[in-house]
Every structure is written in C-alpha cells, then in structure tokens.
C-alpha cells in the first residue's frame, strides 16, 4: 500500500486518487495508465493502455524512451518505436520507422542505439521513410506506422 511520493504533494496528486466506490475513509488507488471497463457480469476487461507503456521479456519500457534515444542519433532526423503485442510468440517485438539524413545506414543507427538504451530496448526492427505519416492534427499516425512496419 501506499499513500503517494514522499514530499511531492503534485505527484501524488497526478498519480494517486481516492477510491470512486466510496468515499468513507482516505482509501487512495493509484492510477496505472491501464483502461479498462467493466463487463454487464463484472468482471474487469482490460482494454490497453493510456501511454506507450509495454511489458516485453519481463520489462517494463516506455517507447517513449527509446524514441527519445533514437533521435538523438546523429542524422536520425525523426523516428516512432512499435510494439507488435502479437499472440504468436516469435512476433512480438519492438520496431521502428525512421526518417534518415542522406548516407546515414539504418545498421550505423541500431549501433548507436545500443550504446544509448539497454538491449532489451533496442528495435528489432528498423524500418527508413521519408517522412512519417500523421494524423491530421500533425502528430505521428502510429496506426499507419504499424501498418508499414510490421505487415
């Protein structure tokens, strides 16, 4: 159980809620950026998630962080990191769709790659395009993304 981070009343503010099923006592959940709904039986259905948080070979990874690291490789000009949660097995894993500077070779980008994020982290899968597809309020379409990456 806990009741927040310590001396950071924002924080806990931001990640901590009182539980909505009754309002008696203090009783704070944390909110951990799964959705879910729950089922005329009531049962829970999960239903994803509110980030780019994934669990993949037993860690937690925000593909966030490693689109941070990839564009930081000199002459990434922009990239999004995938994650294909297949039920096939041999399917799962982590991709990416980059855009690159003239000359610059995707194998030269993966090498930078694992020097700036824990291999586990690292892109199966690197995909180059010219530009990344949106959406039409300008940011990365990742459905598109997918879709060029992994099928």
């Known amino acids: 159980m806990s009741y927040g981070y ?7 503010a931001a990640a901590f809620i009182q539980n909505p099923r009754h309002d008696l006592y203090h009783d704070p959940i944390y909110r951990t950026g799964d ?3 729950i089922a005329p039986d009531g049962a829970i259905l999960f239903i994803g998630r509110r980030d780019q948080q994934i669990k993949y070979m037993g860690n937690r ?3 966030g962080e490693i689109e941070s690291a990839l564009i930081t490789v000199e002459g990434v000009r922009d990239g999004v990191v995938l994650f ?5 097995v041999e399917e799962k894993c982590i991709g990416a769709l980059v855009c690159l500077d003239d000359g610059i070779d995707k194998a030269d980008v993966m090498a930078a790659l694992k020097k700036r994020v824990p291999s586990y982290m690292v892109p199966h899968k690197m995909v180059e395009t ?3 597809p949106q959406t039409p309020n ?10 060029i990456v992994f099928d």
Request: no cysteine.
């Open 6 to 12: 310590l001396n950071d009343d924002e924080k806990t």
């Open 35 to 37: 959705l879910a709904r």
């Open 61 to 63: 990874i925000e593909l």
């Open 84 to 88: 294909n949660d297949s039920p096939i």
């Open 130 to 132: 010219a530009s990344l």
């Open 138 to 147: 300008g940011k990365a379409d990742r459905k598109a993304a997918f879709g």
